[in-house]
């Protein structure tokens, strides 16, 4: 091991090398070529924690079918808003995918992305009214208008043949489907991604490189100070901007940077697994990506689904996630990262919030105290045939959810997906969890509007902006010819088409 620190100067720091800082890195480099951008990743491979495809669930999310983000009020009444809003946000995110494909940056769609119909299904009289108040909420809208809502077991089986197999057709069942739905693998599409960016000038990659310190000079500039974990040498990196796109990691690193927008924040960590199925006769039978309702307390990672996968470029069938609890805030964290946490001005928000959330903190036990036999009659609520030999445990991913000081209530659990960035525009941390990747895109055109204030409004960077992203700009709910159009485009870039 050398004594000796390296020190360099970068424009931009990228820390995690997930989804989000292959995003924001490609982004940047395409509006500003002479950057020179320094990424640092713990692990030593790219996409390794929250982008891998064991990790998440793998559904572009567009809202076509998770019913978590149409709540049903105390009155009867769905809204629509956050459903529309993801919606708008992976049209945005299918528009810079077929920019990656048609420059050649990223080759092979195939490999990432496959259309896969997505359904909604539930049984039971009030849960079929509230389906059905949900798609008449949404089908006006066109952004769902080609969703489709049915009650007929027949239209059904032939939708989701294994879901229905073994059912009494006297059942009350419902469905709807988006047949536009998507399947994509977060993790190869990152990797693409830094393969892209470790080609071009002034990137460099680290790995097995781990972040120890941040901390912010007179002149706003920052100061990192980094270890590597296979030799043990040391690096100061100092740059203008850092964006901390770590995962779980993140909040750790948010607390290191000590800066004001930081403070009272805390996370809960949420753990999962899958059940894989393993007979391929089973999964053959099987196309489509079916979202339940969740339990009552469940966060929104767990909303039970039957999931058609493709996995390093094999067809896999998962149900899940069955949530559990862990201490540990990344899937190769440490146990100590929640306690470690734990600071003088998030204790009490943290307190608050878990006052607040008894009935997911119920669900939590219940979900770890669940045996073999209990996971599989779970599962048999969507396959009612489903035989146990056929399905082994999976680990899955690791989430933080958020939580943050709120002056009614003293701290409250979030389970979306936040930017928190300095006044000065020179960090910015996320944190959070669903939706995530497929919104990763709309979320880093809103970390460039705040920290790169100056430069989003000049017409270099418009025009680029809108050679990624057509759309950039416009609202696609409320323009139907627009939002056909570039469906159709995006969709035959992405060979989306069959």
Same mark, same amino acid.
């Given at each position: 091991m050398s004594d000796t620190t390296i020190r360099s100067n970068a424009d931009v720091v990228l820390i995690g090398a997930g989804i989000m800082s292959a995003t924001l890195g490609v982004i940047l480099k395409e509006l500003q070529p002479d950057l020179k951008i320094e990424i640092y990743e713990r692990l030593d491979v790219a996409a390794a924690e929250s982008s891998d495809a064991w990790n998440n669930a793998g559904t572009g999310h567009s809202a076509f079918c998770e019913l978590n983000y149409t709540p049903e009020s105390e009155d009867g009444t769905v809204s629509a808003k956050k459903a529309i809003s993801i919606a708008e946000s992976f049209e945005v995110s299918r528009q810079f995918w077929s920019f990656l494909v048609a420059n050649e940056y990223v080759s092979s769609p195939e490999n990432f992305i496959k259309s896969i119909p997505h359904l909604s299904f539930v049984w039971g009289e009030k849960n079929v009214e509230y389906l059905k108040k949900r798609f008449d909420a949404l089908h006006e809208n066109p952004l769902f208008e080609q969703m489709v809502f049915s009650t007929d077991f027949a239209q059904l089986a032939q939708w989701m043949p294994l879901?229905? @197999?073994?059912?009494? +057709?006297? @059942?009350k069942v419902a469905a709807t489907n988006m047949a536009i739905g998507t399947d994509v693998n977060f993790g190869e599409l990152t990797r693409n991604m830094f393969d892209h960016l470790s080609k071009l000038d002034g990137v460099t990659l680290y790995f097995n490189h781990e972040v120890q310190k941040l901390k912010q000079r007179e002149d706003k500039s920052w100061r990192i100070k980094i270890v590597d974990l296979a030799t043990g040498q040391k690096r100061k990196v100092y740059t203008k901007f850092v964006f901390i796109g770590a995962g779980g990691g993140s909040l750790p690193l948010l607390e290191k940077a000590n800066v004001p927008e930081g403070k009272g924040y805390g996370g809960f960590p949420v753990s999962g697994q899958w059940l894989k199925c393993t007979n391929p006769e089973v999964i053959a039978k099987h196309q489509a990506k079916v979202y339940g309702k969740a339990s009552v307390g469940a966060p929104p990672m767990s909303v039970p689904h039957i999931d058609s996968r493709m996995i390093n470029g094999e067809k896999a069938l998962l149900f899940g996630p069955f949530a559990g609890f862990s201490t540990r805030f990344l899937k190769n964290g440490s146990y100590s990262d929640l306690p470690l946490s734990i600071q003088a001005d998030n204790i009490l928000p943290m307190l608050a919030a878990g006052?607040? =959330?008894? +009935?997911? /903190?119920k669900y939590l036990i219940q979900q770890v105290r669940q045996s073999p036999k209990d996971r599989i009659n779970a599962l048999r609520e969507y396959v009612p045939g489903a035989r146990s030999k056929d399905w082994v445990l999976e680990r899955a991913g690791q989430r933080v959810q958020v939580i943050k000081k709120d002056e009614k209530e003293g701290g409250i659990l979030e389970f979306? /997906? @936040?930017?928190? =960035? /300095?006044?000065?525009g020179t960090l910015a941390v996320l944190l959070g969890a669903s939706p995530g990747a497929s919104t990763a895109v709309s979320i880093m055109l809103d970390l460039l509007h705040n920290c790169f204030k100056d430069q989003i409004n000049t017409p270099e960077w418009q025009t680029k902006l809108k050679a990624m992203i057509p759309s950039y700009g416009k609202t696609l709910n409320d323009k139907p010819e627009l939002l056909d159009t570039i469906r159709k485009n995006t969709a035959a870039v992405l060979k989306l088409n069959n």
């Open positions: 879901v229905m @197999e073994g059912r009494k +057709p006297l @059942e006052i607040k =959330n008894i +009935p997911l /903190t979306g /997906t @936040e930017i928190i =960035n /300095t006044e000065d």
